[in-house]
């Protein structure tokens, strides 16, 4: 009898064990929406070890949560509403809990449509208001809960395309190793450059400014190399990344490559981008082809080499995310409902399909 005990005790031990291992081998992940058909807000995912996907359910209730982005603590997960009220939308702060986010504070943007959001190291925030053209700032306590706007820098000009008519912040982002904050204008046709007055609590132009594109290029989104020298834009307008560089304390573009096949002849609009952490591979996703385009990064000069176009196995990936180990890139295809998963190579820096799980209209994945 003792050694049935014994048995059944070791047997249950091991069970225990056995499930926790399977629980600390998947990682999740958020994923932010567009709340107009069946979505209700920001739902949470897992991916296993094995890259496979899983739903785990809603976690918030919110309009129109199109960008998310975590504070430096992980406990406060920071989503923009992108509405307009009044000539504003909202960021919202939410506490991280297991399976829920639990609301901490709403506050406006300063412009229509906030579609971005980054914070840095000091907790400020900066929010791209694509429907007002301007960039809002407001920073976060280390309970999560944010200041009111303190400032908002409005954009002016235009480009030469119908979607050029007047400014279109599209992202803003915080220069790495410099206090500079980098905004990408679509309407405008250029990045903007800035740095935080924290006296006064407003963003400041820096000399330069401003960086014109390539005409009608549309600048949406970028992404730095690991070096911290070199910037890669992409655009959205003209399907290109472009590689800006720095010279005598004055930014310029140096190099530019097409995110499409030359063959191809149909419409599409360039959306995201992301380098791996090795600075080796740089990927884009091309909303019309339906690809991730693949590129080898020369680490002499930053050039792109095109390898190859992972087709994403749905409709308009907008938004796409390295998983934290890089063993997988993860698409949200926005207008076919569903993530898809695929395996990377960090050797070749091709990819190979996993996975796919069902997710109501995903613009954004954060891990």
Request: hydrophobic share 35%.
């Amino acid at each position: 009898m003792k050694k049935i005990l014994v048995v059944f005790a070791f047997t249950i031990l091991f069970n225990c064990q056995d499930s926790k291992m399977k629980e600390e081998i998947t990682t999740p992940f958020y994923v932010g929406t567009y709340t107009k058909k069946d979505s209700k807000g920001i739902y949470k995912y897992e991916l296993s070890k094995e890259g496979i996907l899983k739903q785990v359910g809603l976690v918030a209730e919110t309009i129109n949560p199109t960008f998310l982005v975590k504070s430096n603590d992980d406990k406060t997960l920071f989503a923009v509403g992108e509405t307009n009220k009044n000539g504003t939308g909202f960021i919202k702060s939410f506490k991280i809990e297991k399976d829920a986010l639990q609301l901490i504070s709403k506050e406006e943007t300063g412009g229509a449509g906030p579609c971005f959001v980054a914070i840095n190291e000091e907790n400020y925030i900066v929010a791209a208001n694509y429907g007002g053209g301007s960039v809002g700032l407001l920073k976060a306590e280390a309970s999560g809960t944010l200041s009111t706007l303190l400032n908002v820098q409005q954009h002016t000009g235009k480009g030469t395309t119908n979607r050029q008519k007047s400014p279109h912040a599209h992202s803003a982002w915080f220069h790495p190793t410099k206090k500079e904050v980098i905004s990408v204008d679509l309407g405008t046709n250029q990045l903007w450059f800035s740095t935080i007055d924290t006296q006064k609590g407003a963003l400041v132009f820096t000399a330069q400014k401003t960086l014109q594109m390539a005409e009608g290029a549309g600048p949406r989104h970028l992404t730095f190399h690991p070096n911290n020298k070199w910037i890669y834009v992409l655009n959205e307008l003209n399907n290109t990344v472009s590689l800006v560089k720095e010279k005598n304390e004055s930014y310029y573009v140096d190099f530019s490559i097409a995110t499409l096949p030359k063959d191809f002849t149909a419409f599409s609009k360039a959306a995201d981008i992301h380098i791996s952490k090795d600075g080796k591979f740089l990927y884009a996703s091309n909303r019309g082809h339906e690809s991730i385009v693949m590129y080898e990064v020369n680490p002499e000069n930053g050039t792109l080499k095109t390898i190859g176009y992972q087709p994403v196995l749905g409709k308009h990936p907008r938004n796409f995310s390295l998983s934290p180990d890089e063993k997988y890139l993860l698409v949200a295809n926005q207008d076919t409902n569903n993530i898809v998963s695929f395996k990377r190579d960090a050797k070749t820096g091709k990819l190979t399909f996993v996975s796919e799980v069902a997710a109501p209209m995903p613009v954004c994945i954060l891990f």
